[in-house]
């Protein structure tokens, strides 16, 4: 497309993918707005969280929670040299259209809460936010990037 970056246009083709998609299963046509707009599907499959104050990007893999309307996964944080951290993650999209995630190192105790707003003209692809480390309280902001296919492609 003439004019457009290259960021740009995977931008603009990726909206156009997940209408065509929401417009096949009868859905809107158009990006959503806010997460409250966003099918619990888009938030399936694989993402990249890049947090401030932490080393390089994890990997997250959310798929339907088997309980809930909602979804349930797993972080996966480079260790830098040692070994890389799986945590379980488990949420949805709140009433106010937030993602909203838990954290578990031990599938028991919360080590971490991330609220995330969708960010305007991702398609669903994006969310920026707030992650909270609950063993001390401090907060990072962080980034969730959808990455591969959307979950309304498959």
């Known amino acids: 497309m003439k004019g457009l970056s ?56 959310l798929d339907q929670h088997p309980d809930y309307a909602g979804v349930r996964g797993t972080i996966t944080r480079d260790g830098g040299g040692a070994r890389a951290t799986v945590s379980q993650l488990a949420g949805d999209i709140d009433d106010d259209g937030m993602l909203s995630l838990d954290e578990s190192l031990d599938g028991q105790a919360i080590s971490g809460v991330w609220l995330g707003a969708l960010e ?15 063993a001390n309280d401090r907060t990072h902001p962080f980034v969730l990037n959808k990455i591969g296919n959307s979950a309304t492609d498959r």
């Open 6 to 61: 290259r960021r740009a246009w995977l931008a603009a083709a990726a909206c156009i993918a997940f209408a065509a998609g929401a417009a096949a299963q009868g859905g809107p046509a158009a990006c959503p707005a806010s997460g409250a707009e966003l099918p619990l599907r888009a938030l399936f499959g694989d993402w990249e969280a890049r947090i401030d104050g932490t080393q390089g990007v994890a990997k997250v893999k």
């Open 120 to 134: 305007p003209g991702s398609c669903g692809r994006a969310f920026k936010g707030v992650w909270r480390d609950a």
